[in-house]
């Protein structure tokens, strides 16, 4: 396994389109990475790129060779190919959402950095978010959630379904409130803009009863994220776009009308930049042997909640098929069926 160099992690960034650029660009300022050099199969991107933040252009070969750890950014089709070369080159490797494209390439993946030491950190990116912690901090046991994430179309990301795109934001922070195993998933969802499914809902049934409803959209006219949490404690309620969050309980805050057991308070969170934390998680695992916070199993699990919803999505959609149920032109324009 490659070392560090005088406490510093040499980089090297796979993939540089929107995200890599982004992540070549923080680990070019942080202070305990050096940016070595940047790969994508767009030559002429990765030109722009690497001369944006200082470095070389590389082909993939010569990018292993220089690094310490590699940042996986390319399309997703790419992660499981790409991640498990570098870990049998003796590298570290921080890999874009989804960990891969399969449960078995993400098995894979698992099992190779745990033969080789590697450290393997997923980037889902929200864990590292200032909203996550302050959620976490004021949970209690869930016992149903609604998330809601929804936002303007934009040509960027749908290479995938909104489940792997925007959805699997939300399942990954659900999966690690509730911390137990999913039981069943209904999901309904349809392609509109793209080739893939731009709008999704899935009903998550846990086995210790909490319920999560989820829905994501890339197709909505406004950016919207908000998150509602009962549970046996209360109820919070976040909007994650305006940094608010209110929660409901026994406790300090002002009186709940009709409800003297319980108190109202809301309260905001200052934001930092959760890139640079999750990059700074991922150099402290490395440098100082930290935990890895978001590893290949909290990937796996949130890959496989993801391919659950896009299971159950195809048998709803088959269901609907088989029933029957059409419309038709009627001769004069209007429609005809049921």
Known sequence: MATSHSGIVRVGVAGVGHFGRIHALKAAASLRARL????DLDAERARAVGWEAGVPPMDFAALLAASDAIVVSAPAEAHHDLAAAAIRAGRHVL????????LAEAEDLAALAKAAGAVLQVGHLERFSAAHGAVAARMGRPLYI???????FKIRGTDVSVILDLMIHDLDLVLALVDAPIAHVDAVGAAVASAHEDIANARVRFANGCV??????RIS???ERRMRIFSQSGYLAVDFANRRLTAIGRGGGMPVPGMPEFSIEESSWEDHDALAAEQGAFF???LDGAPVLVDAEAGRRALEAALAVTTAMEHSRQEVSDSGLFVEQGENGGSGGL
């Open 221 to 223: 006219l406004k950016t």
């Open 212 to 217: 999560a409803t989820i829905t994501a959209s």
């Open 146 to 152: 609604e998330a809601v994430r929804v936002a303007p």
């Open 284 to 286: 402290a695992s490395i």
């Open 95 to 102: 890999i874009e959402k989804p960990i891969a494209s399969t």
């Open 36 to 39: 070595v050099g940047v790969y």
